[in-house]
Each structure stands twice: as structure tokens, then as C-alpha cells.
């Protein structure tokens, strides 16, 4: 029997239903752009780090692009550090649509375009057709530029089905200048969709004759259909006028944001190569002339140079002793209404820039070297001379001084030794000795300092294991002034810690001008202190015939009122010096100390130490000099 089977309906289906029209999100929003102005440095400056490293000629939209990898927006970099300057992918930039104008300070430099100082607008409300271009004529001849706004109420397009898609309309905008015909400046398409109006701004600069004539023309077709919404109208227009400060010998620069990407101002940082300073030039008998390693910006000195108080050009570095130098000369931010190179020892500072130049160990572990101080800093407030000079010359461990008419630095560096004192005028003989408490001396520093890479503040530290384990952690924090390499600020945390070690001894010092019984107990007071010597120096006879008797007799008065006398002590105080050293790098400080109008009184050094093989008994670098210039040498023991 055949089996026959009936095939159902499958029960009562719904009924189909319609597509739901589909509406494309609104993809054009009007944007704000904001313009800072930004100035970065006083005097010329060699301009942005990466771009100066990789040797890209300023100007080239190569230089811009690599520099912008040195422009940071709340602590990030607008093109990242691995992007190509020359051919850069959207994709590498962080921040889109950053304009960017760097001047360097030259004192010769245009102003940048774009800034505006003053802007009037007026409306214009017309619709922009295929077949009816809009002209509007300019004939203010103080206008640098034209800013078009063009609103687009809506551009949307709908199907059959209902959907809103988005469409696009394009316009180009002319210029003629003085009747001489219209040139295309600017030809635009807008796409996406907005149910909302849409306004865009374009500028058009201004550079030739007025009158001038500004044309819109709509390229696009003109919409006949209810269903495509993509008619713009001729807003309204703006005549400006840039601000033309060209800020000579000033570095300043023009940085243009897209607001739609920040919701505050952002904070914005460069990382810069700055102001030019003058260099040693040509050496004496044709001994070279130094340069400066592009990729360090430290001084290479030619083997054999010869220094012969010639400066060259200004060019940029990073040594610390030119770089104060140059602080102390320039008349537009530092000394140089007060002082002049004339009035430097520039023998001084070459002898640091050399010291200042040599490569040494990074520190890193990896073999690599860096110059032994480099200075890197942006002093941005005024301050006391002094305070300023002297921070300056801590960035290499130097001290300045007035002698001989001129301003010195002397350099805590290896050097040979030179003089010592004499005590000829001491009152009490004989000595007492005495240290430091060992616990009272740091076992570990720490060192701040800035951090490139991490564009922040950093720590290294140096730890004495020995006496930490003994006496604990006595910790001393310092300040790596201007110090940007971790290498550096470690060798700086060594030295303090070194000198803290091994500086233990204390010379009280008193001048004896006929004080009497305020003299009496001084020696005990200062042994009592920590001192392990107190000299007392009898100067009454001197004062009395080569200060006091020449006032009286040129009728010196203090206020009209009295003889003037007490006062005549200062300068002979300050004559009157006891030193204490015993390294080579104290030799230069008591060669500079007996070649000036100073009477060094008595030097204190430690005793002579065996060496060599003959275990023969050799005298300090400060002690030799001493016994060479005959004056008077106290030998002591450290503790």
C-alpha cells in the first residue's frame, strides 16, 4: 500500500513585517580651535631637541614635524617618538589638528601669521548656488587676512525606505586682487551629516593689491529633490588684522589646538636646545678651534689647544662654566650692564669647560660615556646676582671669587697644589684636635634631579653600607641643579657623600684688634664647639699705624660725628686667611688665595704619606706648596 503524506501549512504565521528605516549619527559638529602664544626663551636659541639632533634644516615641514615630538599637551607629546618626521601617519600623532610656529629669537625674525590682533565681522546670510556664486569686495587696506564662514542648516539625504544617510557638497573660494582676475585659493568638500547647523571657517590671507574680491561658487549640483537636504549659505565674513610683534631676540611660538580634544587648557611643555652661548674660538698657534659634538652638546676641544682669551660665536652647548659665562656678560638677561669680559677671568671658566668636557662613565653599566657636568635648565624668575652665580656654579663644583680686579671661579677638580699660611701672629702656641661625631655624618644621598624620559622629578641615591650598618641611616637629600642625567646626579650624591666623610676638622678664626678681655676665652669657646684649632691673630699694631692713623689724618668722620676708626677693621680682616686642604683640587684656590693682595696665615694639611714602593714619604699637594711659597704648615691627622 502506498503511504501518501500531506504537507501542512505550519500554522497561522505573523505577518511580515516593514524594515526600519535606518538614520546614518550625525558626523559633522562645528570644532573651536584655540590659539596660544608662547614664549619659551630669552635670546637666540638652537631650537627643538629631536629635530636639532637629527640635523633637519629649520622651516622644513620635516623640522616642524620632528619638533613636534618635543611639544608635550598635558604631558604628552603631539607626534610620538617613533614616527618618521619627514612622512609621519595620522595614526602617529596623539593630538590631531595642532598647527605649529617656532621662532628662534634672531634678532632679524618675521613675525608669525596668524596671530590676530583685532577682527571685524559682517554678515552676509546669502545662499550659495551652482549657477550664483557670492562676491563680496574688501577695500580696507589694513586687513591681513579674510576669515569665510559658511553654514551648512542641514545636509542629509533620504531614501525610498525612509533612511537618512549623509551626503556631501563642494565649493571652492577666489580671490582677485585690484580687477586682475579670480585664482582658486581653496577648494573643500564636506561630507557626513548633520540635522543641525554646521558652520566652517576658512582664512584667506591677503597678498596682493585692493581692492579685493572674495567669490564663493558651489561646484556641486544644486538639489532638486525634497529628499537631499545639501544647500549651504555665505554666513558672514571677518577682515583681520595680525598682530605684527616680531619679538626680536625673543624664541616664542604659535601653538594651535583643536578644543573638541581637551575639555580645559591644556598644560603645554618643550623640550628645547637653548640659548646660544659663546665658545673658546681659534686657538693660539693654530691649535684648532673647538666644536661642539652635535649629539652630547658638550665642547670638543682639539688635542693640543691653546687658549688665548679669544671667544667665538655663539653656538649652542651645554657646559655649565660657558653657560654662566655667558650669564654673566649678556645684557639682555643677565650681567652684562654690570660686568664685561674684560672684567672675567675667562682663563678661569676654559680651564671648568675643559674639566666640565671630559667623558666619563653614564653610569648606566652599559660602557656608555656623557660629559662629566652638563647643565640644563630654565631659569624663569629673577634673583639676587649672588644667589643666582653661586647655584650656577654648583652644577660643577665651583666657587667664585673677586681677585686681582676681575671675577675667578675655582673648580673642585684634580689639580696640582700651590701655597699655604704663615702664623707668624698667632698669640697662644700649641694645638688641640678634635672631630665630628661620626653619627652626625649622612650615610646615605639622595639626589633630585629631572628626568628626561620621564619628564619628572627622579631620585638616585649613594649609600655608605660600612657606616649605615654601624650608625644607621643618617640621610642628607640634595637638589641636582640643572641636572637632567641620572650618571650625574649619582656622581654628585658620591662627592657630597665623600666630602661629608672626610671634612671633619674646624678652624676657628679671631682677629685681635686690641678687643681685650673679649678675646679671652675664645680658644676654649671654640674647642668646646668641635674646633680642633682656634687662631688668634694680633694685628693691633698694623691697624693702629696703617688704618687708624691714616683716618684720623684725612679727617674720615662717621656721620659727622665721630672719628671714624672701627670700621677700618673690615678690610683688614678680610685680608688675614687661614686655609685648610690637602688634595690636588684645592691647589689652585691657595694659588689664586697668595697671588692676590690676601696674607694667608697659616695652612693646615694632613701630614706627609708613604708611597710607592720605596714607601718614601711624600708631603701633600697642599703641603708642598706651602713649604715652596715658605709658609707656615700645620700637619694634621684626620680622626
Known amino acids: 500500500m502506498t503511504k501518501k503524506y500531506i504537507q501542512g501549512a505550519g500554522g497561522n504565521p505573523s505577518p511580515p513585517q516593514p524594515p526600519q528605516p535606518t538614520r546614518t549619527p550625525d558626523t559633522l559638529h562645528s570644532r573651536q580651535f584655540a590659539t596660544f602664544l608662547d614664549l619659551v626663551s630669552e635670546g637666540e636659541i638652537e631650537g627643538f631637541a629631536t629635530a636639532s639632533k637629527e640635523g633637519l634644516t629649520k622651516g622644513t615641514t620635516a623640522y ?50 596668524g596671530i590676530e590682533s583685532s ?19 574688501i577695500t580696507n587696506t589694513s586687513v591681513d587676512a579674510i576669515k569665510v564662514s559658511i553654514t551648512l542648516p ?25 580687477s586682475g582676475g579670480f585664482t ?19 582664512r584667506v590671507d591677503i597678498t596682493g593689491a585692493f581692492p579685493v574680491d572674495i567669490r564663493i561658487t558651489r561646484i556641486t549640483a544644486d538639489s532638486t529633490s525634497s529628499s537631499l537636504v545639501d544647500a549651504f549659505q555665505w554666513s558672514s565674513f571677518s577682515e583681520i588684522i595680525d598682530d605684527k610683534q616680531t619679538y626680536a631676540n625673543s624664541a616664542y611660538l604659535s601653538l594651535r589646538i583643536d578644543s573638541q580634544q581637551f575639555s580645559s587648557i591644556p598644560s603645554r611643555k618643550y623640550r628645547l636646545r637653548g640659548v646660544k652661548v659663546r665658545i673658546p674660538g681659534a686657538g693660539a698657534n693654530s691649535s684648532g678651534t673647538p666644536t661642539v659634538d652635535n649629539a652630547t652638546g658638550r665642547i670638543v676641544y682639539p688635542t693640543g689647544y691653546i687658549f688665548n682669551g679669544v671667544m667665538g660665536a655663539a653656538t649652542y652647548c651645554n657646559c655649565p662654566s660657558m653657560v654662566l659665562l655667558d650669564l654673566l656678560t649678556n645684557t639682555r638677561y643677565g650681567l652684562g650692564s654690570h660686568l664685561s669680559e674684560s672684567d672675567l677671568d675667562k682663563f678661569s671658566f676654559y680651564q671648568a669647560s675643559v674639566y666640565c668636557s671630559q667623558q666619563v662613565d653614564d653610569g648606566t653599566g652599559t660602557g656608555n660615556t656623557e660629559p662629566r657636568f652638563s647643565c640644563n635648565v630654565c631659569i624663569n624668575s629673577q634673583g639676587e646676582a649672588y644667589n643666582v652665580v653661586n647655584q650656577m656654579c654648583s652644577v660643577f663644583r665651583s666657587m667664585p671669587f673677586w681677585s686681582a680686579g676681575s671675577l675667578t671661579i675655582t673648580q673642585d677638580a684634580p689639580k696640582d697644589s700651590s701655597y699655604l699660611f704663615s702664623l707668624s701672629n698667632v698669640l697662644e702656641p700649641g694645638f688641640s684636635y678634635s672631630n665630628a661625631s661620626q653619627k652626625t655624618r649622612p650615610t646615605v644621598v639622595i639626589a633630585k634631579y629631572l628626568d628626561l624620559e620621564l619628564r619628572d622629578i627622579n631620585y638616585v641615591e649613594q649609600i655608605d653600607t660600612a657606616n649605615q650598618a654601624r650608625y644607621g641611616s643618617v640621610i642628607k637629600n640634595i637638589d641636582a641643579f640643572a641636572c637632567t642625567s641620572r650618571g650625574q646626579a649619582s656622581r654628585l650624591a ?23 678681655p673679649e678675646i679671652e676665652g675664645v680658644a676654649e669657646k671654640a674647642k668646646k664647639a668641635g674646633a680642633i684649632d682656634s687662631v688668634i691673630l694680633d694685628v693691633k699694631d698694623e691697624f693702629v699705624n696703617e688704618y687708624v692713623f691714616p683716618g684720623l689724618k684725612a679727617g ?19 685680608k688675614k686667611i687661614v686655609f685648610m686642604g690637602t688634595p690636588e683640587f684645592a691647589v689652585p684656590t691657595l694659588e689664586a688665595l697668595k697671588n692676590s693682595n690676601n696674607e694667608i696665615t697659616v695652612v693646615y694639611s694632613q701630614p ?22 715658605s709658609l707656615s704648615l700645620y700637619e694634621i691627622s684626620l680622626l
Open 64 to 113: 616642524n614635524n620632528a619638533a613636534l615630538k618635543d611639544v608635550f599637551l598635558n604631558n604628552t607629546a603631539v607626534l610620538k617618538s617613533t614616527a618618521s618626521s619627514s612622512s609621519p601617519n595620522a595614526t602617529d600623532f596623539n593630538f590631531q589638528n595642532v598647527g605649529f610656529t617656532p621662532r628662534f629669537g634672531t634678532a632679524n625674525q618675521t613675525h608669525i601669521p
Open 119 to 137: 577682527e571685524s565681522t559682517t554678515a552676509v546670510g546669502v545662499v550659495v548656488t551652482n549657477a550664483s556664486p557670492v562676491t563680496r569686495t
Open 154 to 178: 542641514q545636509l542629509q539625504r533620504a531614501t525610498d525606505a525612509g533612511d537618512l544617510l549623509g551626503s556631501s557638497v563642494q565649493f571652492k573660494i577666489s580671490v582677485q586682487y585690484n
Open 184 to 202: 582658486d585659493v581653496i577648494t573643500d568638500t564636506i561630507t557626513g551629516r548633520t540635522a543641525d547647523a554646521y558652520q566652517k571657517d576658512y
Open 494 to 516: 658620591r662627592w657630597v657623600r665623600f666630602s661629608e666623610q672626610n671634612l671633619t676638622e674646624t678652624v676657628t678664626f679671631t682677629v685681635d684688634l686690641g678687643a681685650g
Open 556 to 574: 674720615a668722620m662717621y656721620e659727622d660725628v665721630y672719628a671714624l676708626s672701627t670700621a677700618f677693621a673690615r678690610p683688614l680682616m678680610s
Open 608 to 629: 706627609a704619606s708613604k708611597a710607592n714602593r720605596g714607601q718614601k714619604l711624600l708631603d701633600s699637594k697642599v703641603g708642598s706648596l706651602a713649604k715652596k711659597f
